[in-house]
């Protein structure tokens, strides 16, 4: 598979919805794909994906408000706002309908824009995500094995207090730099800077409270106007939790790919498996 180099990568700044979004874009030909990160990610988490499908298509990674080098600034950073961004973003480019790609605690923000703003969307790929309102809140629920982290983001005003000055050793725990994600020591490095800076971490506050909050709404939307829009579900080796949750939450046809070996940051772990898997899947909707 020939991919472009990381030199033809451009990082460009879109101002909407009163604050500004980064985003990173590749390739000059074929159907656009925009790639959404989760946490503890920015735009880097598809470092290693972008130059494969670049190869075919037009691709754009965006930091999420709050997240990278996106605008941190006062405001809401709940998934309804960042679907708006995201919305925005896809009209100011003029390249949809897109093929969106979300992972993690995107979920939401993705089911978001694909249900409220058809027009913008061609085909939802989900990786390792699942959804409020259908399982997702389960996550937090530490005394059945959920994240701590997840209680500790969304509590108001204990990231500041706890997390701000500790950004690299609570980013070294999920493994971003070691072999179990394959990320290198300068993905950790630009991840911890961002998450340092003023404001870093109310994109991942934000998204983490609105995960809590958002189910009844999620659920209504999977019910009216739907999830309509090809799905492909994507988990790590041993993990059916993403295929289960669109197979209830879409109303259209869903295919899911699981990668035997690969832990959760499957687009750092296995780009070159999840790039095959992601090209078949938007080769088969454009009918190529």
Request: charged content about 20%; cysteine-free.
């Amino acid at each position: 598979m020939n991919a472009v180099t990381a030199a033809a990568l451009t990082h460009h700044h879109a101002h909407l919805n009163g604050t500004t979004l980064h985003y990173v874009s590749a390739g000059t030909e074929g159907s656009p794909i925009l790639l959404v990160h989760g946490f503890p990610e920015t735009w880097r988490a598809f470092r290693r994906l972008l130059p494969l499908l670049a190869a075919r298509h037009r691709v754009y990674a965006v930091d999420l408000r709050g997240f990278g080098d996106s605008d941190a600034g006062p405001g809401e950073y709940d998934s309804a706002t960042s679907a708006e961004d995201l919305h925005l973003l896809v009209e100011q480019l003029g390249v949809g309908p897109v093929h969106v790609t979300g992972q993690d605690v995107s979920g939401q923000t993705v089911f978001r824009l694909a249900t409220q703003h058809p027009q913008d969307v061609r085909s939802l790929v989900a990786i390792e995500t699942g959804l409020p309102g259908f399982g997702m809140e389960a996550l937090a629920d530490v005394t059945r094995g959920g994240a701590w982290y997840i209680g500790a983001l969304a509590a108001p005003g204990i990231p500041e207090l706890l997390l701000a000055g500790r950004e690299r050793e609570l980013i070294s725990r999920f493994d971003l730099g070691g072999a179990g994600a394959d990320g290198t020591p300068e993905d950790v490095d630009d991840i911890v800077r961002t998450y340092a800076r003023p404001g870093g971490w109310r994109g991942a506050t934000g998204l983490y409270r609105s995960m809590l909050r958002d189910g009844p709404e999620i659920r209504a939307l999977a019910e009216s106007p739907g999830l309509t829009v090809p799905v492909l579900a994507v988990g790590a080796a041993g993990r059916s939790f993403t295929a289960t949750t669109f197979s209830e939450a879409s109303s259209g046809e869903v295919s899911a790919v699981s990668l035997d070996g690969v832990g959760h940051y499957v687009a750092l772990e296995a780009p070159e498996r999840l790039a095959e898997a992601v090209l078949d899947f938007v080769g088969r909707v454009d009918g190529v």
